[in-house]
């Protein structure tokens, strides 16, 4: 997740890097990673490269460089201006945004936006799951037309949840599962898999302790055993973004290290290896 290898913005546990994003794809390819999962929020507007074209090609140009994928962006962006409990005039101003960003990620190649329905913009009732379906549907064609799949993350149980998804039923929806949220909530793997996970696109990886935050990998009330086991079971073929409790500031690399090591060890064996304390 962006952000995670440099030492955390004052005031903020997850934000666009505004200064310094460029500094991460030489981070992620030390670490070793992958690839880095975008994030659009309110902090980084005006700073942020996929506002112009210019900076899509900077970022194009950092990737290729350090052989680091952008495959996917989190749309913070709407946990602080959600579509929900706003007048028509407002929802449309963000379904506008939403659209623009969508462009934006088709034009350098990201396929998948993670859209959040938790925190400040979850669903807390029949008439806001209407605008939710609602509002989904009518960036679709969006969607459609640029190749980019839209990730639902929700605070809503397993049921309710895949209620909401037959009312999305089309291949360009799907679901973004995150597992310290789902813990957080008292939500159980086979249940939220057994209603919902053939539509399970995307996954961050973090642990949470029941009704409280992000705690280091193993310690809180994820059952990453039966995560994996799950996963295993749908076929799940995705990434995993690690989304995971902070180290030591200034250790970025070291810690990242370390958890890639223990989620390796984990999708191998189906068990959590706790880390051996944080970076020094």
């Not at 975008?38 to 290729?64: F, K």
């Not at 409280?212 to 086991?229: I, S, Y």
Request: proline share 6%; net charge negative.
């Amino acid at each position: 997740m962006e952000g995670r290898l440099l030492p955390p913005t004052p005031g903020k546990f997850q934000c666009f890097p505004r200064e310094r994003w460029g500094e991460e794809f030489a981070l992620a390819r030390e670490v070793p990673l992958d690839g880095i999962e975008w994030i659009y929020d309110q902090h980084g507007v005006g700073a942020n490269p996929l506002e112009t074209d210019a900076g899509i090609e900077r970022m194009r140009e950092l990737g290729v460089r350090h052989s680091v994928a952008i495959g996917s962006l989190c749309a913070d962006y709407f946990m602080d201006l959600p579509f929900l409990r706003v007048p028509e005039n407002l929802r449309g101003e963000r379904l506008g945004r939403l659209r623009w960003l969508i462009k934006r990620c088709g034009a350098i190649g990201i396929r998948r936006i993670v859209v959040p329905f938790v925190d400040a913009s979850r669903i807390e009732s029949s008439a806001e799951a209407d605008a939710a379906v609602k509002s989904i549907l009518e960036v679709l064609p969006d969607a459609e037309a640029n190749g980019v799949e839209l990730h639902l993350e929700t605070a809503l149980g397993p049921s309710e949840f895949a209620a909401l998804l037959v009312r999305l039923d089309h291949p360009m929806v799907k679901v973004n599962y995150d597992s310290g949220n789902s813990a957080a909530l008292g939500f159980s793997p086979l249940e939220e898999f057994s209603a919902y996970g053939s539509r399970v696109g995307s996954v961050h990886i973090k642990d949470r302790v029941r009704g409280g935050g992000t705690v280091p990998l193993g310690t809180g009330n994820v059952d990453f055993a039966a995560l994996r086991e799950r996963l295993a079971a749908t076929g799940y073929a995705g990434e995993l973004v690690l989304q995971v409790a902070r180290g030591e500031p200034g250790a970025e690399v070291a810690w990242a290290r370390q958890i890639c090591r223990s989620v390796s060890e984990w999708w191998r064996s189906g068990v959590m290896p706790q880390p051996r304390g944080r970076p020094n």
